[in-house]
């Protein structure tokens, strides 16, 4: 069964960091392009980065240079760096497969509330 | 970036109503648009893609057609179930956008 776990979410100050983490079960993300899309609360849905199964990352604008998605493929896991925070980003954070870049799968979420 | 327009933002209707959510792409997305589902404190929930294209498991009430850049997102007989927040996202090119989202509610 394909399962996906974030963990790493909570309460942060403007301008900190936090590492957000999500492991794969099931499957090898080595043969998948792996995303994170945020939420923030009462809004819809913002992609955030994906990792391609080549090695390639793309981000969107709001967080180009501010966060960055990884991957290891031996211990199965996705992960984003996010620095620079700021409320803007209070948001759950979902990680999600790509078939190859169809959403099929998501983990239940981890919330991240940027806040002083 | 692709900008997608989804309408209605809000949509009244009753169990066994047809309903009908529609989502513009900006520009073409050569139908890489998928329809997801999502209640709340839920994960999305795929339904559709390819622009119809039904995720396997989900029930045949749900269906997508595309027309141009103008997709529909069509549940035939509205269910208990069904009541949910709807997304539309294209993924022909990054960065990937959702539409605002559709809430179908009681009426």
């Known amino acids: 069964e394909v399962q996906l776990v974030e963990t790493g979410g909570g309460l942060i100050q403007p301008g900190g960091s936090l590492r957000l983490s999500c492991a794969a079960s099931?499957?090898?993300?080595?043969?998948?392009?792996m995303t994170w899309v945020r939420q923030a609360p009462g809004k819809g849905l913002e992609w955030v980065s994906v990792t391609e199964s080549g090695g390639r990352t793309y981000d969107a604008d709001s967080v180009k240079g501010r966060f960055t998605i990884s991957r290891d493929n031996s211990k199965n896991a996705v992960f984003l760096q996010m620095n620079s925070v700021r409320a803007e980003d209070t948001a759950v954070y979902y990680c999600?497969?790509?078939?190859?870049?169809?959403?099929?799968?998501w983990g239940q979420g981890t919330l991240v509330t940027v806040s002083s | 970036d692709i900008q997608m327009t989804q309408s209605p933002s809000t949509l009244s209707a009753s169990v066994g109503d047809r309903v009908t959510i529609t989502c513009r792409a900006s520009q073409n997305i050569n139908n890489w648009l998928a329809w997801f589902q999502q209640k709340p404190g839920k994960a999305p929930k795929l339904l559709i893609y390819q622009a119809s294209t039904l995720e396997a498991g989900v029930p045949s009430r749900f269906s997508g057609s595309a027309s141009g850049t103008e997709f529909t997102l069509t549940i035939s007989s509205l269910q208990p179930d069904d009541f949910a927040t709807y997304y539309c996202q294209q993924y022909d090119s990054y960065v990937w956008t959702f539409g605002q989202g559709t809430k179908v509610e009681v009426k």
């Open positions: 999600a497969r790509g078939d190859p870049w169809v959403l099929g799968h």
């Open positions: 099931g499957f090898a993300i080595s043969n998948h392009h």
